[in-house]
């Protein structure tokens, strides 16, 4: 199944403590997604022989219904529809109709 999210997209977040932010995707984990600076959470490490110990920063997966799509052509936060397009399976906005795929 085609994913409607993709690795290097720009996403809105719709809900939770990032809502509203826009990021770049980092990575699709399944139904799941990696997106820069969301969903961030602080873990402290206990030093060891090769680190000083501290806290690290790290980014939680989110689940991608938790995001919509930003069209390259309108700006705008928005839903994705699939459609062929010689031969390729290719996402459009719906709101504006743009294809994203090129
Ligand atoms: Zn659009």
Do not use: W, Y
């Not at 990575?27 to 110990?53: A, C, F, M, S």
């Not at 790290?58 to 031969?87: D, H, N, Q, W």
């Amino acid at each position: 199944m085609a994913s409607k999210i993709k690795k290097g997209d720009l996403v809105k977040v719709m809900s939770g403590k990032d809502k509203g932010r826009q990021e770049k995707v980092l990575e699709v984990l399944g139904t799941r997604i990696l997106v820069d600076n969301v969903n961030k959470v602080k873990r402290h490490t206990k030093p060891t022989q090769e680190h000083k110990g501290g806290i690290i920063e790290k980014i939680l997966p989110i689940v991608s219904a938790r995001v919509l799509l930003v069209c390259p052509s309108c700006k705008k936060a928005v839903r994705v529809g699939f459609k062929t397009e010689k031969e390729q399976k290719v996402r459009f906005c719906k709101k504006c109709g743009a294809v994203i795929d090129k």
